[in-house]
């Protein structure tokens, strides 16, 4: 059943909404809030449109969608968007319901786990995760054992290689746009942050600093509110660095950057100036 494997390729532009508004959110969101929008997402592009195998039983993508945002996401994004396709495929009916639940909750553990492994090994979503995740995939299949085994026999027959190969695809094509949107929106954030910190203390630099001042500036002329600038150096320096070495006197500035960021209100700025 060739046509059964065109049909769930159709599904990849749902995929790549999906992915696109991944990207977009990305930088946009942290933490929890991060995870609910993810898993709403996720959800929503996980109400494809379903390829018949019989009446009642459904072939379709969402499982990749569900997996991805275990990974991309965490536990919450996976259960959220679990619990809307479940909610979806409930509504559908048939006596592939069971099934098709099953298959769901497969994919929301395979996700919460890649997830959790990755945290613990890299923190960092890779390539060769998504192709792991993909080969793993097929065990979402396993929500067949509900029907009757003559049934399951018949849908592997006729379909199960196409349906296995095409959840295989839509995973790493989903899988490797996410990764692409997370590479570019990674760079942008090191962009930025080259641009407003000192490389060598990791305090804000100049240019930070200005703007930050500029800042305040305008506030006083509005409000009047008084603000004070410390200006501070570190005495016989050069001697520091000509007697123990350039990479001696960097952890002296790094050490004293440490110290005043310990000793700062939250309200106040740190930066470097100087060369």
Do not use: C
Request: no cysteine; glycine share 12%; charged share 15%.
């Amino acid at each position: 059943m060739f046509d059964v494997f065109i049909g769930l390729l159709q599904n990849t532009g749902m995929l790549a909404l999906v992915a696109v508004a991944y990207g977009f959110l990305l930088p946009r969101l942290q933490g929890m809030t991060a995870q609910i929008v993810m898993g709403l997402v996720f959800g929503l592009g996980a109400m494809l449109s379903p390829v018949a195998l019989m009446p009642g039983i459904f072939a379709d993508s969402r499982s990749a969608i569900i997996m991805l945002a275990g990974v991309f996401g965490g536990p919450v994004a996976a259960v959220i968007s679990g619990g809307i396709a479940a909610a979806w495929r409930f509504n559908a009916g048939g006596m592939g319901v069971g099934p098709g639940l099953a298959g769901i909750g497969i994919a929301m553990a395979l996700g919460v786990a890649a997830h959790a492994f990755v945290r613990t090994v890299s923190r960092t979503v890779r390539f060769r995760h998504i192709a792991v995740l993909a080969l793993a995939s097929p065990l979402v299949s396993l929500g067949a054992l509900f029907l009757p085994w003559s049934i399951i026999r018949e849908l592997w027959a006729e379909s199960g290689f196409e349906v296995s190969l095409a959840r295989m695809a839509g995973i790493l094509f989903l899988g490797t746009i996410m990764l692409e949107h997370q590479r570019r929106i990674g760079a942008e954030r090191r962009v930025r942050q080259l641009a407003y910190l000192d490389e060598l203390s990791g305090l804000p630099n100049r240019r930070s600093f200005y703007s930050h001042l500029t800042r305040e500036w305008n506030r006083w002329e509005r409000y009047s509110e008084n603000f004070v600038v410390v200006l501070v150096d570190i005495d016989r320096f050069k001697v520091v660095n000509d007697t123990y070495g350039h990479p001696t006197g960097d952890l002296v500035i790094q050490r004293l950057a440490r110290v005043m960021l310990e000793e700062s209100r939250g309200a106040d700025l740190v930066a470097r100036t100087g060369g």
